[in-house]
C-alpha cells in the first residue's frame, strides 16, 4: 500500500518515471486482486503522464475489468476517468465521452464527489477537443466548483490550467491570464514544479504574464 501510494504521488505530480519504478514493485508484491486492481489504476496513470496513451489504456482497461469485479464502487468510477483521460490523450474521442460519462451517472448516484469533479474535466476537456467550447465551459466549470467545494487544490489547479487553455481558445485573453496564475499558485504552494513549469510554458505560448 505504502508503495502503491507513493507511486500514484510521483505520477499525479508528474514524475511519471520514478511513479513507475515503484508501482512496478508494488504490483510484484500484490497479495490479491483487491490491490492489483488499485496498482494497475495507478500504473496506468503514470503511463499516461509519460505520454505513453496506448500503454496507459491497455492497462487502465485491466483496471477497469478487475475493480468491477472487486472493488467498491468509488475506486470502480474513479477508474474510468482515469481510462477516459487516456482514451482523450490518444485521440478516441468518442471513448473518452461514453466512460467520462458513465462515470459521471455512477458517480454521482453515489455523490462521490472526487469522481464527479474528475468526471466533468475529461468531458469537458473532450468537448475543447471537439470544439463544443460552450459544453466544455460548463463542464469545467462544474469541475472546478466541485473540487473547490472539497478542498481538493491539486485537481482545482489542474482544472484551471484546462480553463486558461479553453479560454485562449475563445480569444479571452485575460480570462486566460487568470486561470493560469490561479493554476500556478496553487502548484507552487502544493510544490509541484512540473505542473508549474507547464503553466509557465502555456503563459509564454501565449504570450501572457502570471505577475
Known amino acids: ?78 477508474f474510468r476517468t ?26 454521482t448516484s453515489v455523490s462521490f464527489s472526487l469522481g464527479i469533479g474528475w468526471s466533468h474535466q475529461v468531458i469537458g476537456r473532450v468537448a475543447q477537443a471537439e470544439g463544443a467550447l460552450a459544453e466544455a465551459e460548463r463542464h469545467l466549470t462544474d469541475a472546478l466548483q466541485t473540487f473547490a467545494s472539497i478542498r481538493a487544490r491539486f485537481e482545482t489547479g489542474r482544472t484551471h490550467f484546462f480553463l486558461a487553455a479553453l479560454a485562449a481558445a475563445r480569444a479571452d485573453r485575460e480570462g486566460s491570464a487568470a486561470n493560469l496564475r490561479d493554476a500556478h499558485a496553487l502548484f507552487t504552494a502544493l510544490r509541484c514544479p512540473r505542473h508549474a513549469e507547464r503553466t509557465e510554458a502555456l503563459a509564454r505560448e501565449l504570450g501572457l504574464s502570471l505577475s
Open 1 to 78: 500500500n505504502a508503495a502503491t501510494i507513493a507511486g500514484l504521488s510521483h505520477a499525479t505530480r508528474g514524475d511519471w518515471m520514478a511513479g513507475l519504478e515503484v508501482l512496478q514493485r508494488a504490483r510484484e508484491f500484490s497479495p490479491d486482486p483487491f490491490e492489483t486492481a488499485f496498482i494497475l489504476a495507478c500504473l496506468g496513470k503514470a503511463h499516461a503522464e509519460g505520454g505513453d496513451a496506448a500503454q496507459a489504456i491497455s492497462v487502465l482497461q485491466q483496471a477497469v475489468e478487475l475493480g468491477d469485479q472487486v472493488r467498491s464502487w468509488q475506486y470502480r468510477q474513479w
Open 82 to 107: 482515469m481510462l477516459g483521460e487516456a482514451y482523450l490523450l490518444s485521440g478516441q474521442m468518442a471513448k473518452a465521452r461514453e466512460v467520462a460519462a458513465e462515470a459521471l451517472e455512477g458517480c
